[in-house]
């Protein structure tokens, strides 16, 4: 288990506990398994974790309000003096990005399920594992705010996404006389799919 704290989260959501645990369990290996040249290995395991992130894209102290600042833009100018004549234009100080109070970890959440399983004396082996892992409070800007608002509004942990997906893997190996040989094959599949990250509605779906 783990309790982090980051310098990038306002007291009261600085720390974060992260646990995490595994179990196994190998049948092969109690007094009811009747010993057999066949199934010579079995083992069951599972596992679920959590962990949190606080690398936030490089932004440091979200929490705190932007300092104001002065701005060079010609459009944003204050202008005095009479056209043709003497007409200046001076900057102006504006303000800067708003903060988020609330900005906390990303934390994700992970769990495995496996199986691993051996033939005739360890021959043929075979792993397979499925795997889920679910990301939320993800950093993300807010893209459905008007620009009627014209503030710099700060990012929000509003991101979710999640990722599963499963392994398998087998190997076969043999000697024949001096000669050692081996055969191994493996597959795996996974699908990430975001499931929010507040982006304005398309005018066509793809």
Known sequence: ????????????????FFPSFSLGWIPTKEAFFPENDVLTFLKFRGSYGEIGNDKIGG?????????????????????FGESG????GYPIYQEGRLNNPDITWERARKWNAGVEVR???DKLSFVADYFEEKRDNILWYLNTVPET???????ANIGKVE???????????????????WIDGAYSFARNKIIYQDERQPAHEW
């Open 149 to 155: 608002v014209a503030a710099d509004l700060p990012p």
């Open 85 to 88: 004549s003497n007409m200046t």
């Open 119 to 121: 033939f005739f004396e």
């Open 163 to 181: 990722n599963r997906g499963f392994e398998v893997h087998g190997t076969f190996n043999d000697n024949i006389g001096g000669f050692s040989y």
């Open 59 to 79: 932004a440091r102290y979200l929490y705190i309000e932007a300092p104001y600042l002065l701005t060079t833009d010609v459009y944003r100018q204050v202008v």
């Open 1 to 16: 288990m783990g309790y982090n704290g980051s310098e990038n989260f306002p007291e009261g959501k600085r720390f974060g």
